[in-house]
């Protein structure tokens, strides 16, 4: 079965850090474009991060910048998104995605484009 395994949510004050792993099962991710998105209650998903082989680009919302960092380890097939300096804002459902149906690029990710293939969703929540 094809599918994205999450972990690494949790509860955290603010200022702290976490790290969210997406594990790729019974597929490589290869040359796929992977990102890591969050939905707020109340709020439309949005795109936080992602990450192209492809063509290198690493990218990421405005929001998190300097903050967030997305890797990947292709030995563990897995991407990463280490949170620091975390805020109360960044409480969210954080989701895991990569694409392989549509463009190995990241473009539009963080507008609109939905990736093919997504993880469970593992809640993040920051106290103040």
């Known amino acids: 079965q094809e599918q994205l395994v999450q972990s690494g949510g949790g509860l955290v004050q603010s200022g702290g850090s976490l790290r969210l792993s997406c594990a790729a099962s019974g597929f490589t991710l290869d040359y796929l474009a992977a990102g890591w998105f969050r939905q707020a209650p109340g709020k439309e998903r949005e795109g936080v991060s992602c990450i192209s082989v492809k063509d290198g680009t690493i990218a990421y919302a405005d929001s998190v910048k300097g903050r967030f960092t997305i890797s990947r380890d292709d030995d563990k097939n897995t991407v990463y998104l280490q949170m620091d300096n975390l805020r109360p804002e960044d409480t969210a459902v954080y989701y895991c995605?990569?694409?392989?149906?549509?463009?190995?690029?990241?473009?539009?990710?963080?507008?609109?484009?939905?990736?093919?293939?997504w993880g469970r969703g593992t809640q993040v929540t920051v106290s103040s």
């Open positions: 995605a990569v694409d392989q149906l549509g463009p190995l690029e990241c473009d539009g990710y963080e507008r609109g484009r939905v990736f093919s293939t």
